[in-house]
C-alpha cells in the first residue's frame, strides 16, 4: 500500500502501531461524530472501525456521505454480504499488510470517486458563480459576491473590507483587524469574531480558513491590487459541508474574482474622466443619477437600503464675500478631500454643485447612517481649511434620507434629503435633521 494512506482508527488504539507502518497520516478519534468531524477536515482514504454491530447502520451513512470504505475489526459473519462499503475485516490473527493489499483496489476506487466528486463540485460552483457574475460595477460585483456566498453557503454575515496599502509584515488576519479598527464605519462586530478565531486550518497569501472557538468557519479571500493595496471577502460563520472541497473551489474562484475586480477598476477609472467635479475631484451631478438608479436597482434585487446626505456649507456667501473667490474654491476642495477620508470605498461623495455635496451611503439607514452625518458634521466644525496661508472654518448643515423609507425614486430621495437639509438650516444650521 501506499505510504501516504490516510487511515482514521476508531476505537482501535492496540492497532495504532502496525498501522504507523503503511500510512504516514493516521488519525484517532472516540466517537462516531468526532469520526464526522475528521472525515469534514481531511481526505481520509480508509476507516477502521471497532464497535458493536448495531453500528452497521451509521457507518453505511458515514461512508456514503463522505465516500470512505471501513475496515472493521471483527468476524465477518457479524456483517451482511452486501455491504459493499466494508472492504475486508481484521481479525487479531489476521496480517495486515495482506489486508490491505487485498483492499487496495477498493480504497483506490474510493479515492477516485472523492476527486470526481470534488471536480464536479468545483466545476458546478465556479460555473454558477461566473454565469451570474457579470457587473463590472464595483458596488454592484460586491453586491454579487455577498449574494452568492450567502445562497449557496447559509452563511450568516459578508464582508468586503478595503485594506489601504502597507508594508507591515503583520500575519493577514492581524492586518486586516488593524484596518477594521482605523476605519470609522461599525463592521457588525467582526473585529470580536476575528478576535474568536482558535486554529488556522488553511494560510496562504490567496485565502486562509480559520476555526473559531465555536467550532464555526471564517474565511479571508484576498483580492491583491497592483499598488499593494487589497480587497477582502470575508466569509464569516460559513456552513462548508466538506472543507476540501471548499478550499477547491476558492482555489479555483480566486483567479476569476481578480480578472473581475480589475475589470471593475478599468471600469471605473474610465467612468471617473467623464464623471468627476473639476474643482473637488468628487463625482458630479450627472454620475450621482446613474449611481442612485444603480442602487435602487439594487435594492430590488437584493433589499439592500442607502441613504442620502444632502450637504450644504453655512454661510458660504461670506467667505467669497469677505476672503474672495479664490480662497473659497480652495475651501470648496479641501471639503472635497475631507468628504473623501470619512466614507467607506463602497460609498460615493458628489459635488452637486455651488457649496452643495451629496453622500450616498451603501447598504446603510436608520441611526448609522445618523451617527455616519453627525461625525462629518463634527468633522467640519473642528477642521479649520489652510488656504492661502489663512484657516478658514466652515459649518455644514445636512439633510438625511434613507431609501426606501422615505422615497421609491431617484428624483424623490435627493428632493427629500434636500428639503430635510433646508429645513434644519432655517432652525439653526451647523445641525444634521432627518427627514420625517
Known sequence: MNSDLKVALLNCSKLTEPFE??????FQVNSPKDLVRLLIEKDVDLVVVSGPNSMVGKWRKISQAYQVPF???????????CDDFVVGFLEESDDLESCLRASKDVILRYQSERQRSQMEYVLEHTTNFTDRVLHTSKDLFISDVKSFFKNNYKMENCHWVSVRPSSSKL???????????????????????LDDCATEIINNCHFQIWKTSKGEYLTMIWIHEEDQSSQCVV?????????????????????????????????????????????????????????????????????????????DVDHFKRVNDSLGHIVGSGVLQKMGDLLREQ???SDFA???????????????????????????????????????????????????????????????????????MYYGKNKSRNIVYKAS
Open 21 to 26: 507502518v503503511y500510512s504516514q497520516w493516521l
Open 71 to 81: 475496515l472493521i475489526q471483527g468476524a465477518p459473519d457479524q456483517f451482511n454480504k
Open 171 to 193: 500575519p493577514a488576519i492581524l492586518k486586516l483587524k488593524q484596518e477594521l479598527e482605523n476605519q470609522k464605519v461599525d463592521q457588525g462586530g467582526l473585529i470580536q469574531d
Open 235 to 311: 466569509l464569516n460563520k460559513i456552513q462548508i459541508k466538506k472543507r476540501t472541497d471548499f478550499q477547491a473551489f476558492l482555489v479555483a474562484l480566486i483567479p476569476f474574482l481578480n480578472r473581475r475586480w480589475s475589470l471593475c477598476q478599468i471600469v471605473g477609472e474610465a467612468q471617473s474622466q467623464v464623471y468627476r467635479d473639476s474643482l473637488t475631484d468628487l463625482y458630479n451631478q450627472k454620475f450621482l443619477m446613474e449611481v442612485v438608479a444603480k442602487k435602487i436597482e439594487e435594492y430590488k434585487r437584493y433589499k439592500t437600503p442607502f441613504s442620502i446626505l444632502f450637504l
Open 343 to 345: 466614507i467607506r470605498t
Open 350 to 420: 458628489f459635488r452637486y454643485g455651488g457649496d452643495e455635496f451629496i453622500i450616498l451611503l451603501s447598504h446603510t439607514e436608520g441611526e448609522d447612517a445618523v451617527n455616519v452625518a453627525e461625525r462629518i458634521r463634527k468633522e467640519v466644525e473642528n477642521s479649520p481649511f489652510a488656504v492661502n496661508g489663512l484657516k478658514v472654518r466652515i459649518t455644514v448643515s445636512i439633510g438625511l434620507a434613507f431609501f426606501p423609507t422615505h422615497a421609491d425614486s431617484a428624483e424623490d430621495i435627493i428632493r427629500i434629503a434636500d428639503e430635510a
